[in-house]
């Protein structure tokens, strides 16, 4: 079984002096502290002073109150979460037997402190449960500075029992038990004397009193601390919305006398949560709770009483005494249900490892429980808070969200905003989106400014989007102009969309001064700007769950992948390179799915929102986001490449194979067009039904003419013979005009991409003409050759500013190499081939012309053959081959072609001198001869 150890008395606090304090009212707030000596450096002179304060006496517990929370020095500066109070006494039943538990019990702790910010009352001995909660928060403490982690330790009150602690511990003024007139006679399972423990940021010193009456007394400072920190914490509220600080007592262990703080404790509406498997008055009372369910009356009671003799033997002494224990632990019992909407007392089993995992939840539980019959939206609001700051979404969920009264109440917009800036907390925000939060109304540009101040995981934006892409540096706070101005340029530069966040409309909707804008589209903005934030702080879950719940999740999905793939181009870090890219590969999937389940459902629409355009994304369509992305799974998408080839005939139909041959041919000769081609884009659309043709209102179909008649009875038949084209109607479908189908055959791209090379190829001819024409007498062809070749420049500059217009992605490597190559070619082929300067340089002339062949010849792999299907992908495996396999392929053969080249050269010429034409020599042995030899060499 678990248990703690037993501290070491000997590293306890030695010798303290204090002022005089004559009461807690009376005392000097300027001299209110005592000076101790650091345990964990024994020897050191240099004390540290703490505060404490003093309570002679039941009737300075108000007061003392007053003086923890409003005094010039408060001691809780800031309104807790919620105040948590272990009873554990200072008698243990057993020794620790496992170092595991002992370290999960520390973790749990440590878990406990760092989701919710508590302050925490106990014993303040060096001893315990007390001594693990101080070493707990001064290793978190000491480890938060080391790390520059913001938040300081949580107020760790030492309540202290004067006849328990150690006498040397004693402030110099203070009554020791032995000085005292009437001190109370200690049992012998008291008499032990324990020390201060360091850790503790304050102590409070009760009066001389049994362990029983102290108990009492620490209750009723608890309470009244509550109730202080309540009033403080809703001052500027009403007193229908005050606001209630929460207590939690936890039990571990704990002594007989134990009892009555717990009764005291349930008569406060306070709730317990009793850690069974430790020992003993925790395994009394957790026993009896489980035996309640299914005893009453003498078996109960005899149940009980086996196990208090079993864990306190010295109660089968007195018989009285267990009497009126065993109905102390009914009174108990009894007061834990005494509301049917609340619930006191409940257990948690130490004695599995992982139960010390989730003390926050037991914290959250039992808040919960003992405040059902009190419900109000403040608590709802209070509660809700816990289980975000605990992420306790099935907490929430089965406690809150799902049981009346609290599921009838508004949710809070504080719960959403601490769902978003705390990280995992994507349930919440999917619940909240569940029941239509409107985000509009949440989502100004300062809530974003302070999203991205406040969002807790402060890793991956600030150092590889703050620092490695904007370039700020980590010290520079974000500003307001970030919103501003340069979230939309971050935006610009990972995903090619500019203005895409638009901060007036954004705040104008959260404060509702925005009557131009409908309501689903400020949705969808305030939508768009939780991704990006989301994005941002590499947070995939949550932007699934943001794409979720998108008016247009298709799209939502590529931006998030757009998104995504420009971090990981921009981030310089490998590792975190390589996570980024597996995350864009998830949304790729994510929208390749979405437009499965969109074919799946409507056909028409799933093929109709690749081309559809949206505003919000600079008016593209989806499937040219995917293209500005690179995001090939989504393009080599079955529909997605079956609306690619219907694009690339403009959707007309040819028949049998040969269909761009066929296509170009009707083309150019027109009349083919009536055999091979159709036009189902160009059918006219029947006209809507008039309101004759719709049934009479005895369930009839009434035809308007005999004409009409006679066709009903034609399609009737041919349902009855069963033909496959009974459905089609009787007449024959007309074709289109004439002009209407040779606009769209020559509109198809696949008729200007093969004219186009039709043309290119001639150009090419023609140029491979002009080279070996004498430049003087041929000026004609110089002056074709030119205005072909300037009208291509022209094209280029033309398809580059009609891209950026439509912010389009642009290869400017790519780009900018034919800009400049075809601006070179043009200025000096104009200078050596057109112009007078011609006569005195013709074989320069022709030099240029030679490298514009070149240039053009070769650029036929990226203009024309990369768009074949048989040859493109052909070319791209070579390309592919001479970027990386290449390159190593060098690597690899360098050795020997260095060692076999400069071998060979060194034999066969052993006595020549070393010159520039034996390092030739040996270069083009070692290029185009690696093996051999040439033949004239060994003559």
């Known amino acids: 079984m678990p248990r703690i150890p037993n501290g070491n008395e000997e590293d306890a606090v030695k010798n303290s002096s204090t002022t005089n304090l004559n009461g807690i009212g009376e005392h000097d707030r300027q001299k209110n502290a005592y000076q101790m000596k650091d345990l964990h450096a024994p020897g050191n002179s240099r004390g540290q002073k703490k505060p404490f304060l003093r309570v002679l006496d039941q009737g300075g517990v108000p007061v003392a109150a007053k003086e923890i929370v409003l005094g010039s020095s408060t001691w809780i500066p800031e309104a807790p979460d919620a105040l948590v109070t272990f009873i554990t006494g200072n008698v243990h039943f057993d020794q620790w037997r496992r170092d595991d538990f002992r370290s999960a019990l520390q973790g749990g702790f440590i878990k406990l402190i760092n989701s919710l910010n508590l302050a925490i009352f106990d014993d303040g001995m060096h001893y315990g449960l007390s001594k693990v909660l101080g070493d707990v928060v001064r290793e978190e403490e000491m480890l938060k500075k080391i790390t520059t982690t913001k938040g300081g330790r ?40 324990l020390p201060l423990d360091p850790n503790h940021s304050h102590h409070v010193f009760l009066p001389n009193q049994s362990y029983r009456e102290a108990g009492l007394t620490r209750v009723a400072l608890e309470k009244a601390i509550q109730e202080e920190l309540s009033i403080r914490a809703s001052t500027d509220a009403s007193e229908a919305g005050k606001r209630v600080i929460p207590m939690v007592a936890f039990l571990f262990q704990g002594e007989l006398d134990d009892l009555e703080r717990v009764k005291a404790y349930c008569e406060q509406g306070i709730p317990v949560v009793v850690m069974e498997g430790c020992g003993g008055l925790g395994d009394v009372l957790s026993a009896a709770i489980s035996d309640s369910a299914e005893m009453d009356g003498n078996r109960l009671r005899s149940s009980i009483d086996q196990k208090l003799h079993k864990t306190f033997p010295t109660l089968k002494n007195s018989e009285y005494g267990s009497v009126d224990t065993i109905n102390l632990v009914l ?74 009264p609290w599921c009838n109440m508004e949710l809070p917009v504080q719960a959403f905003e601490m769902a978003l800036i705390l990280p995992g907390r994507e349930k919440f925000v999917d619940f909240y989106l569940l029941q239509q939060f409107p985000v509009r109304k949440y989502l100004s540009h300062l809530k974003l400014l302070k999203l991205f101040r406040e969002a807790k995981d402060r890793q991956f934006f600030p150092e590889h989007v703050w620092e490695g892409i904007l370039r700020y540096s980590l010290t520079q706070p974000i500003q307001p102009e970030f919103i501003v101005a340069d979230l939309n340029k971050l935006i610009s530069k990972l995903t090619g969309i500019r203005d895409y966040i638009d901060v007036y409309e954004l705040s104008a909707s959260a404060f509702g001064e925005n009557t131009s804008v409908d309501v689903s589209t400020a949705e969808r903005k305030a939508m768009n700007a939780l991704l990006v934030f989301a994005a941002l702080f590499n947070r995939p879950n949550l932007v699934k769950v943001l794409i979720k719940y998108s008016s247009e999740p298709l799209l939502q999905a590529l931006f998030a992948e757009s998104l995504y793939h420009g971090l990981y181009r921009n981030v310089s870090h490998f590792a975190m390179s390589e996570v980024l890219q597996f995350t864009c590969n998830q949304f790729a999937q994510i929208a390749t799915d979405l437009l499965d389940k969109a074919v799946t459902v409507s056909p028409i629409r799933g093929h109709g929102i690749l081309t559809r355009r949206f505003p919000d994304f600079n008016n593209k369509t989806p499937l040219e986001i995917a293209y500005d992305t690179n995001n090939k799974q989504f393009v080599a998408h079955t529909n997605v490449q079956s609306w690619l080839d219907q694009y690339y005939f403009n959707f007309v139909k040819v028949k049998g194979a040969w269909d761009n041959l066929k296509l170009f041919l009707s083309a150019i000769f027109i009349f083919p067009m009536y055999i091979w081609l159709s036009f189902p ?63 769209a055959v020559w509109a198809a791209p696949a008729v200007r991409f093969y004219t186009w090379h039709m043309f290119y190829w001639m150009f090419l001819i023609l140029i491979c003409v002009d080279i070996m024409l004498p430049p003087c007498r041929f000026i004609g062809v110089d002056i074709a050759v030119f205005v072909l070749t300037i009208s291509m420049w022209c094209e280029i500059v033309l398809r580059t500013v009609y891209d950026m217009q439509r912010f389009r992605r642009v290869h400017w490597v790519e780009r900018s190499y034919d800009l400049i190559s075809q601006t070179v070619f043009n200025i000096l082929f104009f200078l050596y081939r057109i112009a007078p300067y011609r006569y005195d340089h013709p074989f320069a002339g022709r030099v240029i012309l030679a490298f514009g062949i070149v240039y053009y010849c070769y650029r036929v792999w990226g203009w024309f053959y990369y768009m074949d299907k048989t040859i493109g992908p052909l070319i791209r495996v070579t390309v592919q081959m001479f970027r990386l396999d290449l390159s190593r392929w060098i690597v690899l053969i360098a050795p020997f072609l260095i060692s076999t080249s400069l071998i060979f050269m060194g034999v066969i010429n052993p006595d020549w001198p070393a010159t520039g034409d034996d390092w030739r020599h040996a270069f083009y042995r070692g290029i185009f001869n690696l093996f051999g030899a040439f033949n004239n060499e060994l003559e």
Do not use: W
Request: aromatic share 4%; hydrophobic share 40%; proline share 8%.
């Open 681 to 743: 884009r160009l059918r006219k659309v029947p006209p809507v039904p008039s309101r004759d043709d719709i049934p009479s209102q005895d369930g009839v179909f009434r035809p308007k003419s005999a004409q009409d008649a006679e066709k009903i009875l034609a399609k009737v038949q041919r349902i009855q013979a069963g033909e496959q084209a009974a459905d089609r109607s009787t007449e024959v479908v007309p074709r289109p005009p004439f002009m209407e189908m040779l606009r």
């Open 331 to 404: 009174d108990i019992l009894t007061l834990s249900h005494g509301d049917r909407h609340a619930l006191l007392l409940s257990v948690v089993n130490c004695r599995l490892i992982d139960t010390f995992a989730s003390l926050n939840s037991a914290v959250l539980k039992s808040a919960i429980n003992s405040s059902s019959a009190r419900a109000s939206p403040e608590l709802f609001a209070s509660f809700l808070m816990l289980a975000v700051k605990c992420n306790k979404p099935d907490v929430a969920t089965s406690m809150l969200l799902a049981r009346p």
């Open 154 to 193: 949580p107020p760790l009150i030492g309540i202290v029992n004067l006849n328990r602690l150690r006498d040397q511990d004693y402030p110099d003024d203070m009554i020791r038990p032995d000085d005292a007139s009437s001190i109370f006679t200690i049992e012998s399972e008291h008499a032990v004397k």
